[in-house]
T-cell receptor, first 117, second 106 residues
Framework: DAGVIQSPRHEVTEMGQEVTLRCKPI?????LFWYRQTMMRGLELLIY????????DSGMPEDRFSAKMPNASFSTLKIQPSEPRDSAVYFC???????????????FGDGTRLSIL | SQKIEQNSEALNIQEGKTATLTCNYT??????LQWYRQDPGRGPVFLLL?????KEKRKERLKVTFDTTLKQSLFHITASQPADSATYLC?????FGPGTRLSVLP
């Protein structure tokens, strides 16, 4: 089975530009998560969805960030306008239904390395 | 707020020895705790999940303990190999620790 697929793998863009990161979760998984990883702050949860509905977006740093899940097989994380401090590795993960208890393994993609100049 | 600490940023051990990594948490009473492995340039990979009513769990050369009184989990790799070198992350529901980078020296 294919794992979680993220695109692009690398993105370099200039400050102020819009950035869109894409994720295809594992088929049949009900939960989808977006994380950001930096050396300083580690792996941080930004937002997660259950059955395409956003459940908790308290980790989204500011209004410049938005995430959507239009269907069960696709999600996007958008940054507009981008800033140098947004540079990080962004991971998408999916899991089976845990009833919100976090007791299912999360399957991660290999991330998008984002650099904002 | 919930906080997870892992004992050290980096741990070097000799091949064949047992590696022990520590995860401590505060302000949380989790029903589950998970451990993941992360290699450079890759996403974390799930290793083990342990429930609050399980004191110990094993998978091949891996062993995890979970002490809800101490608010601590220990992760052991026995007969360590250079291929075990990676960063290991402990995770409460939706919250990850900072990770410990393990290097197994031949």
């Amino acid at each position: 089975d294919a794992g979680v697929i993220q695109s692009p793998r690398h993105e370099v863009t200039e400050m102020g530009q819009e950035v869109t990161l894409r994720c295809k979760p594992i088929s049949g998984h009900d939960y989808l998560f977006w994380y950001r990883q930096t050396m300083m702050r580690g792996l941080e949860l930004l937002i997660y969805f259950n059955n395409n509905v956003p459940i908790d977006d308290s980790g989204m740093p500011e209004d410049r960030f938005s995430a959507k899940m239009p269907n069960a097989s696709f999600s996007t994380l958008k940054i507009q306008p981008s800033e140098p401090r947004d540079s990080a590795v962004y991971f998408c993960a999916s899991s089976l239904d845990s009833g919100g208890r976090g007791n299912q393994p999360q399957h991660f993609g290999d991330g998008t390395r984002l650099s904002i100049l | 707020s919930q906080k997870i600490e892992q004992n050290s940023e980096a741990l070097n051990i000799q091949e064949g020895k047992t590696a022990t990594l520590t995860c401590n948490y505060t302000n949380y009473s989790p029903a589950y705790l998970q451990w993941y492995r992360q290699d450079p340039g890759r996403g974390p990979v799930f290793l083990l999940l342990i429930r609050e009513n399980e004191k110990e769990k094993r998978k091949e050369r891996l062993k995890v303990t979970f002490d809800t009184t101490l608010k601590q989990s220990l992760f052991h790799i026995t007969a360590s190999q250079p291929a075990d070198s990676a960063t290991y992350l402990c995770a409460l529901p939706f919250v990850f620790g900072p990770g410990t980078r393990l290097s197994v020296l031949p």
